[in-house]
Structures are given as C-alpha cells and as structure tokens.
C-alpha cells in the first residue's frame, strides 16, 4: 500500500488573507497531477459524507488538497457566501501548482458548495485548471438554489443558514449562540423562527444571505452577480457532471451541463443516480433500488482524472457520454445524448370529486372524448396546509408512500388506469394547468407517484410554482423534477395537486392587505379552482 504523509500548509491572498489546507501526498519521487478540493465546513471532513476520503484519491498517485475557504475552519478572513470565490480560487491554483511535487496539473472535485468553487475557480481561468467534476450545483443561483419556479427553498435554506451561523458562532467563540443555533439545527423551527434564534441568526448567518435571499424574491442583478452562469461565457474545460434524481439542486447541475454540452470543445460527462443530495446509496426514502445503484462516484472520477491529468485512457469513459440510472429496472443506462424522445402525455379528468375520493381524478391518454369543462375546487386552509413528503427538495428527500397523504380533501389527485405495458419515462416532466383563483398569487404543488395493486403510492417526481398576479386567461405551466424511471405493467401513474408543500416551500399567503401590519392577520382561505376537459386541456406530459 502506498503510504501518504498529511501535512497542513497555508498561503496567503492577493490581499493578504492566509487560507489553510490539509495536503496529502504519496511518498514518491514522480511529480504527480493535485485533485483540489475547496469547502466551508472544516478541511477535515472533506466531504466524505459522500465521497472516498482523501486518502484514498491519493493512493491512487495524486497529491489531494482539501481548503479551508476564506472565513472558515482555520483560514483566516471573513466567510462571504460566494462572493471572493473567484479571486480566492485563481490565488489557490496559483499556490496549488507550485507546491512541491505538482506537475503544475489540477483537477477539482466536490458537491454542493464545493461544487460550486470548482465553477468559480473556472471562471478565473487559470492555465493549471485543467478539468473539474462539479457534483449537485446552482448554475443560476435564484432558479437552481434558492427559489423554484419563484418559490423559496424554506427548510433546506433555513437549515444551511442556522448551519453555517452555527459554524461562525463557533469561530467566533460564543458559545450561548452557537447552543441555540446548534440546537435548532436539531428541531427545525419551520413553524416560527423564535426571537432568540432570530436575533443569533441575523449576527451570524454569513452575508446574512438568508434574509438577503428572502428579501430579494425575484431575479435581479443581486443574483447575476453572484450565479456562475453569469461568468460562464468564455469558459471551456472537460466536466464530469454529477447529479442525484432526488436532489435538490439537479436542475442546476443539468442546466451546467446542457450549455457546456452545446458549445464545449472537450468531453462533458453525465451521471445521474437515484440519490438525493446525500447520502448516495442504495436505498433512499422507502425505496432500495439494488446494488446497482451503489456509489460508483469515487472510481468514476478517478477514470476521468486519469484520463485528463494523465493522458491515460478508458473506454468506460469514452463510449458513451451519458450514464443515468433508470429507477423501476433499477439498471444504469448508457447513452449518445440526452435529447427529448418522444412526448407521453396524459390528460386530466373528473366529475369535480377529484379531491374526495382516489378514483374519481382520472388520467387519460385520449381527450377527444373528454367532458368539455370540468372543475375540481380545493381550499387552502392556512390552519392545515398540505405537507410535503420527501421528494427533492426536503432533507428526508426520496420516495415515500404518500397514499395516506392523497386521502386529504385539500389534495386533488387523478390517476391512470393500471398499464397493460411497461412504460418507460426519461427526462423532462411538464404540467400544463388551467386555473382560477380568488386570489392574484397562490402555489401549486406538483406531485408525480406509482400507483401499486396494494394501495401503495410512491412519488419519484414533483415540482412546485408561485403563481403571482394570475391571469385567467394564460395557461399554468412549469416543469417538474426530471427523472428516468420504469412504471410496470399492472402499476399506474398519478398527479397530486395541492396549493402547498409545508416546510419544502414558503406557505403563500395570497394577497396582503395593506391596512395590515401583521402577516398572521391577512391569512385567508384561498379557493382554488383547476380545470379539464377538451376546452382546458390540463394536462401532465413526459419526454
């Protein structure tokens, strides 16, 4: 076995901040290529909540360097969420090539945040940066991270706010802050942020990004400046693209890969598995998708490594560019692209009991013989708004049986008869909605499941919109998360439709009386009427 020596070293910015790193190295006279890694929660970690630890990379003949972010861990300066990442990157690469035993070739890897330096550190376009695997990533900050379709992320931006707050308090060595903090982090206040919490969350909250993301709801300068898409015009490396069916961020990392894939001069490489954003296993939510679906990420990227940090070549990297794991035949799928096929469409309707009981919602696949109107009415209750349950964008993200869930009156659900073949289902997921409502803005929430012979209704697709200043005239329609999944034969497929996802996403309102000084007192019932028929053809559609 080869043996690694770990040692800590620092550097120091351009304006003269000293970031600190743990470095593992292979004792070996050959220059070797550095896999690099930049992250805000401690260098030690190194995201082996997912991946191999550094260890590992390095027994394969690469230096590894794990970095503490400026701000974070035992770096030096003051966390500001994305904001010097781009000038801190190109200082690093610059420090990175010139140590000891580096060929002067780098290769980045990491999810998440540090998904997010790989792209940074491309944007600075230094010439030692030769490839990056960017894994679950915002390419658009607002539409890929913060808010879907105009709806704020509630509980996973609330929950990475109190985490990184939780961090600085402890950096900064208050300990009663950094208890509350702490504390919420176990039982998440999605119901009321508490004074105290409020008060700690606002001092320590990096860039006081949570209520600065809050206040800026729709898309705006704020956000083109921080979004890599916004820098990503002249930018040209080989990406190994990383994403989960359940993740939260996986339009992001799709949204990366589409732009680089049209215009890109070298290899761009899919993956998708039926992960959230962590863990990446096997078994998600109530589902086990086989040993197939085990993490193959670490060896994958060691392939790709090799490859442009090498010059060693591999034909499991260069036959087929898109490797997506299919859930239902639990099996990996290779393939040339990842264009849309041919569109399955299914039409809604009902006799307007579509909320009452789970067989009077149908989908059909032929409208020509649908009713002209129908209208199925729900009330959101603000008392008692419909629940999310997993899906991508909560932290117990997967599959879950939502059949008690669907029984709720609030909940409209249609349902198609049980197939007669296998059906199967790849990509984008399209909702077209005809709606009024007596309130200008209200939500949608979108739900997409497997309906088995026992009653058990799975989800494996679901989106969410905020509809504001609604005209009755201009069809609803939005995506849903994408997905590849085989539905059997004797199983059926439904839509659930409901006006809230409680905590995924902020509960909407509706329309805010001004004479009001508290949000609590303008809660009012909202009625939401959703039609069918020849003459509204709402409708869900699979590529």
Same mark, same amino acid.
């Given at each position: 076995?080869?043996?690694?020596?770990?040692?800590?070293?620092?550097?120091?910015?351009?304006?003269?901040?000293?970031?600190?790193?743990?470095?593992?190295?292979?004792?070996?006279?050959?220059?070797?290529?550095?896999?690099?890694?930049?992250?805000?929660?401690?260098?030690?970690?190194?995201?082996?909540?997912?991946?191999?630890?550094?260890?590992?990379?390095?027994?394969?003949?690469?230096?590894?360097?794990?970095?503490?972010?400026?701000?974070?861990?035992?770096?030096?300066?003051?966390?500001?969420?994305?904001?010097?990442?781009?000038?801190?990157?190109?200082?690093?690469?610059?420090?990175?090539?010139?140590?000891?035993?580096?060929?002067?070739?780098?290769?980045?890897?990491?999810?998440?945040?540090?998904?997010?330096?790989?792209?940074?550190?491309?944007?600075?376009?230094?010439?030692?940066?030769?490839?990056?695997?960017?894994?679950?990533?915002?390419?658009?900050?607002?539409?890929?991270?913060?808010?879907?379709?105009?709806?704020?992320?509630?509980?996973?931006?609330?929950?990475?706010?109190?985490?990184?707050?939780?961090?600085?308090?402890?950096?900064?060595?208050?300990?009663?802050?950094?208890?509350?903090?702490?504390?919420?982090?176990?039982?998440?206040?999605?119901?009321?942020?508490?004074?105290?919490?409020?008060?700690?969350?606002?001092?320590?909250?990096?860039?006081?990004?949570?209520?600065?993301?809050?206040?800026?709801?729709?898309?705006?300068?704020?956000?083109?400046?921080?979004?890599?898409?916004?820098?990503?015009?002249?930018?040209?490396?080989?990406?190994?693209?990383?994403?989960?069916?359940?993740?939260?961020?996986?339009?992001?990392?799709?949204?990366?890969?589409?732009?680089?894939?049209?215009?890109?001069?070298?290899?761009?490489?899919?993956?998708?598995?039926?992960?959230?954003?962590?863990?990446?296993?096997?078994?998600?939510?109530?589902?086990?998708?086989?040993?197939?679906?085990?993490?193959?990420?670490?060896?994958?990227?060691?392939?790709?490594?090799?490859?442009?940090?090498?010059?060693?070549?591999?034909?499991?990297?260069?036959?087929?560019?898109?490797?997506?794991?299919?859930?239902?035949?639990?099996?990996?799928?290779?393939?040339?692209?990842? &264009?849309?096929? $041919?569109? +399955? !469409? %299914?039409? #809604?309707? =009902? /006799?307007?009991?579509?909320?009452?009981?789970?067989?009077?919602?149908?989908?059909?696949?032929?409208?020509?013989?649908?009713?002209?109107?129908?209208?199925?009415?729900?009330?959101?209750?603000?008392?008692?708004?419909?629940?999310?349950?997993?899906?991508?964008?909560?932290?117990?993200?997967?599959?879950?049986?939502?059949?008690?869930?669907?029984?709720?009156?609030?909940?409209?659900?249609?349902?198609?008869?049980?197939?007669?073949?296998?059906?199967?289902?790849?990509?984008?997921?399209?909702?077209?909605?005809?709606?009024?409502?007596?309130?200008?803005?209200?939500?949608?929430?979108?739900?997409?499941?497997?309906?088995?012979?026992?009653?058990?209704?799975?989800?494996?697709?679901?989106?969410?919109?905020?509809?504001?200043?609604? &005209?009755?005239? $201009?069809? +609803? !329609? %939005?995506? #849903?998360? =994408? /997905?590849?999944?085989?539905?059997?034969?004797?199983?059926?497929?439904?839509?659930?439709?409901?006006?809230?996802?409680?905590?995924?996403?902020?509960?909407?309102?509706?329309?805010?009386?001004?004479?009001?000084?508290?949000?609590?007192?303008?809660?009012?019932?909202?009625?939401?009427?959703?039609?069918?028929?020849?003459?509204?053809?709402?409708?869900?559609?699979?590529?």
């Amino acid at each position: 076995m080869l043996e690694i020596i770990k040692k800590t070293a620092s550097m120091v910015t351009r304006d003269g901040i000293k970031l600190t790193a743990d470095i593992y190295r292979p004792v070996i006279t050959e220059k070797l290529p550095v896999l690099l890694m930049r992250q805000p929660y401690g260098k030690a970690i190194a995201s082996t909540v997912v991946y191999a630890h550094p260890k590992w990379y390095a027994r394969q003949g690469y230096i590894v360097v794990v970095q503490d972010v400026r701000g974070r861990g035992d770096s030096e300066g003051e966390f500001q969420l994305f904001e010097t990442e781009i000038e801190d990157g190109y200082d690093t690469l610059d420090w990175v090539s010139n140590l000891e035993g580096c060929n002067g070739k780098i290769g980045m890897y990491g999810f998440s945040y540090q998904g997010m330096t790989q792209l940074y550190c491309a944007i600075s376009q230094h010439s030692a940066l030769k490839t990056i695997c960017p894994a679950m990533i915002a390419y658009d900050l607002y539409s890929d991270w913060a808010y879907e379709n105009d709806a704020f992320c509630y509980e996973l931006n609330l929950a990475w706010a109190i985490q990184l707050a939780a961090e600085t308090a402890r950096l900064k060595n208050d300990l009663t802050a950094y208890k509350i903090l702490y504390l919420a982090s176990r039982n998440l206040p999605v119901n009321d942020i508490p004074i105290i919490l409020e008060e700690v969350l606002r001092k320590y909250c990096p860039s006081n990004f949570y209520y600065q993301w809050l206040s800026h709801s729709k898309n705006s300068n704020y956000w083109l400046n921080l979004s890599p898409k916004t820098y990503f015009d002249n930018i040209d490396l080989p990406m190994l693209h990383i994403g989960g069916w359940f993740d939260t961020y996986l339009r992001g990392t799709l949204n990366l890969y589409h732009e680089m894939n049209q215009k890109s001069e070298f290899q761009q490489r899919l993956i998708i598995g039926p992960w959230s954003h962590l863990p990446w296993g096997n078994t998600l939510g109530d589902r086990y998708y086989t040993q197939e679906a085990n993490n193959n990420i670490n060896e994958l990227q060691i392939l790709w490594f090799n490859k442009y940090l090498k010059g060693i070549e591999n034909n499991n990297l260069s036959n087929k560019n898109i490797q997506i794991f299919q859930m239902g035949g639990d099996k990996w799928l290779y393939l040339d692209n990842y &264009d849309r096929k $041919k569109e +399955i !469409k %299914f039409y #809604l309707k =009902s /006799t307007g009991l579509a909320n009452i009981t789970d067989n009077n919602g149908k989908l059909i696949v032929n409208n020509s013989n649908n009713f002209n109107i129908q209208e199925d009415i729900i009330i959101h209750d603000f008392w008692r708004s419909p629940p999310s349950l997993g899906g991508h964008n909560s932290i117990l993200a997967g599959s879950f049986d939502r059949s008690k869930l669907d029984n709720r009156s609030d909940i409209l659900t249609y349902t198609s008869d049980f197939l007669t073949e296998d059906l199967e289902i790849m990509r984008d997921v399209e909702l077209i909605i005809y709606a009024t409502a007596d309130s200008k803005t209200f939500d949608l929430s979108a739900v997409i499941s497997q309906v088995f012979p026992d009653g058990k209704v799975y989800n494996f697709s679901q989106g969410y919109i905020k509809i504001t200043d609604h &005209d009755v005239n $201009k069809v +609803i !329609k %939005f995506n #849903l998360q =994408s /997905t590849c999944i085989k539905i059997q034969k004797n199983t059926a497929i439904r839509l659930s439709i409901s006006c809230a996802s409680f905590p995924s996403y902020s509960v909407n309102i509706g329309e805010i009386d001004s004479n009001h000084h508290n949000l609590a007192l303008d809660r009012k019932p909202i009625t939401i009427n959703i039609f069918s028929g020849k003459d509204n053809p709402s409708a869900v559609s699979f590529f």
